[in-house]
């Protein structure tokens, strides 16, 4: 059975948690960020969030769409 979109309902449950995961480190390094004084260093904090996200979530995917890919396979001729 299809959930949302033709997502598979746990797959669409993993992507739901690694959603709230993701907004939380957000906020945390949001936050961190406005509690450190330096602009620049607040900044670099920031944008090296954003790039350990989104790495994190590249090779989840990568991980994910690997795990579930159609292997090809001969048809015997008959």
Do not use: C, D, Q
């Not at 033709?6 to 960020?33: H, S």
């Not at 090296?48 to 159609?70: D, E, K, P, T, Y």
């Amino acid at each position: 059975m299809s959930g949302l979109l033709g997502i598979p309902w746990r797959i669409g449950l993993r992507l739901r948690v690694l959603a709230w995961v993701e907004g939380v480190l957000f906020l945390g390094i949001l936050f961190l960020a406005i509690y450190i004084k330096p602009i620049w260093l607040a900044a670099l904090v920031l944008l090296g969030g954003f790039a350990i996200s989104s790495v994190a979530w590249i090779a989840i995917l990568n991980r994910w769409s690997a795990r579930h890919a159609v292997i090809a396979r001969k048809v015997p001729k008959t």
